[in-house]
């Protein structure tokens, strides 16, 4: 049975074999019967390894290897010279070929028709190898309508009318298939030194172990990471424009013996396999991959002939497996707007940012001025923060999301001012960064110079440079550019009472009922503004900082006169806020016992200002109104409520009013409300109610209950249009209110002549 079995397998291995050996590279039945309606039958584009364009006595050839996935499976250009093919453009033309615009078929005919359709000297002639099968396309004249060309493929007693757009796809000179990309591609991780040389002179640069850049060539002093990285990006992303040729000759003729720019790239490459580096075979830990160094020499010469806004360019690859290749050296154009991007000045290459680092290139960061000490730790995915003073801890805890991210931002914000400056003084500033990695320490310090300059030492840089005052403010120890936004939270149902103090020296103490609402108790015993109320209760209760601006409060905070002192109370829980002066977005402020200056919510500052007495104070419930008298000069109304309406009692030097109008007046009172209560106490001479307009005499109780009295004094109109108002009181109420005018113009008119 094993005997058997082992029969088999041998079997069905010549089998395979003979699959892959001798019908490889053929097409199938089925792919011909799918493609029969095609001028190109044959044409299966995976399988292509061979095209040829004949085209004004020209030919270009295409090849590849079709079956292979490694480099001999890319497009190269064969004839009129060897280089290595742009993919892209070559898989265009392909697609043409395989879906071009058929408007017509013709079929059966004979060889006067081929002479007639120019197929006997066609415009255009396409050889392709498809596996081992080997198909043509004739591109022959147009038709006489016009409205497209002649085409066949390998069968003669077929024809096929075209879209004239297939000119377009075979009109090309060889050099349209040649590939753009100027070298096989840089990375910034393994660029080690970049020099550059034009009219200005030369200038370069080198990586250091530590990673960070140092200038070797023009100047002295850290080089900028993010400019030679986007140069080397820039340099990678070169494309040329077309391809012009090959060789030594003609680099005098086209300005490149003497270059308008020179670029010198160095970086690392994967070693060849001739360098002779023995493989890792002992089962042991894996060896870094072996790297050779190699040379990327970009020289850019004159202008483009007839090819405006255009250079020539040439490259040249020496180290590694590239020495060869300054025989097969290409000379290209490219765009000018390409190449102005590698045009690096000095001062763009000068390492110009504070710190040179971002977020995720450092591990932990201490910064300390005399006693005072912050430090930043990267724990579990974020970052921890302490401030210590002499050794005391002030504050800790867990840096907020994106703080440390916008401190580094910030931190790189800041520019030189200018190099070669004198180191700080004693006492400066210090910072001491751990490096990700495990690429060691950088040590920068900073102090001031002189009127808004910072003269700051980074690492072993050979010189200092100068930066604005602002650069010393930014490194300065502080815990408030890391606090948490959000501020302990508290049950809003818990405060039970809450007392104000104002800069203007006025006063006011709150206590929740037992329904739940707010009540005066001082200045006055009354109901406080339901709507203001449980608005500053949720600001309260879930209080949130715009921004932290300072670990402690300062002069220009405005928190030794606060604004208003608001001290709540959250069941056995005491919170004292302090809003001082006025900012962006807000109020500094501060809360007793917590750390830090922070800016509240502008609508906090809006809620608390101002007396917090129910604006509808001066509005009286029709179901309580029992009667009313209005009076302005020597015109008097009074209305008396009779059942569910009311009637008019009598009236003095006013116009008469019926059942209608008299309800009309008790709604308008009913719906009296104030703009804001102005202020407590007597009413100022401004309010001009020492001469009111009008003056309501009130008389209210619910049903069975003794009738209570209590008088309104309006004022006289103040301002115009939209803003008119009038100052207005409560004889039992020691506060002033104001209503706008258009609230009043119901009652005024019942006492009109």
Partial sequence: MAKTTAVLGVIAAGLLAYILLVDRGTLS???LERRDKSVIPELIRDRVSRLEIQRRGQSTVLTRDAESDDEAGLWQVAEPYRAKADGEAVDILLGE?????????????????????????????????????????????ETPTGDGLYAQGTDRTRAYVVGKDLIEALDHEPEHYHDKALHAGLLVATARAVELKDESGSRAARRRDDRLWELSAGGKGFASTPNIEALIRATDGLRASRFIEKGDANLERHGLTAPNLELTLT????????????ANTDGGAAKPEPRVETTLRLRVGAPCGGHEGERY???????GEHDAEAKERTISCVQEADLEKLRLPLADLRESRLLPFAADDVSSLTVKSGARQLTLEEKDGGWAFALRQGGKELTSGQAREGSVDDFFRAASAEQALGFDAAPP?????????????????FALRAGASGPGLTQVQRGDEPVAVAFGAQALELLEPRAASFLSLKLPAREAESLRELSLSRGDGSRERLERGKDGRFQLLEPVAAAADAARLSEIVRLLSTLEAVRFDADAPQPQHGLQQPVV?????????????????????????????????FVAPAMLGEQLEGPLLDRSALATPLETLRAFTLQRGARRVRVVAEGTGFRVDNTAGGSPLDPTGARAL???????????????????ESSKLAKPLLRIELEVGEKEAATSRYNLVIGPQLGEGDGAEHHARRDDHDATFVLPAAGLSRLLEALSP
């Avoid at 970086?267 to 023995?278: D, I, Q, Y």
């Avoid at 360019?313 to 180290?319: A, C, E, I, N, S």
């Avoid at 919170?575 to 001082?580: E, F, P």
């Fill in 97 to 141: 070929l395989e879906w071009m615009d058929v408007r017509r078929r013709l079929t059966d005919i004979s060889e006067s028709d081929n002479r007639r359709f120019g197929f006997d000297s066609p415009r255009y002639r396409v050889f392709i190898q498809v596996g081992k099968a080997r198909a043509m396309l004739r591109v022959g004249n």
């Fill in 29 to 31: 039945t089925g792919e």
């Fill in 666 to 684: 008790a709604e308008a009172l009913a719906t009296l409300r104030a703009h804001r209560v102005l202020a407590y106490g007597a009413a100022a």
């Fill in 267 to 278: 970086h690392l490459e994967r070693a060849p396999a001739s360098a002779g580096v023995a």
């Fill in 565 to 597: 002192e608001v001290v709540a109370h959250f069941g056995d829980e005491r919170m004292t806020l302090k809003l001082g002066a006025e900012t962006e977005g807000g109020h500094f402020a501060s809360i007793a016992g917590a750390f830090g200056v």
């Fill in 425 to 441: 003084g004693a006492g400066a500033l210090t910072v001491e960064i751990e490096r990700a990695g495990g690429l060691g320490r």
């Fill in 313 to 319: 360019v040439t490259l040249d690859q020496t180290g």
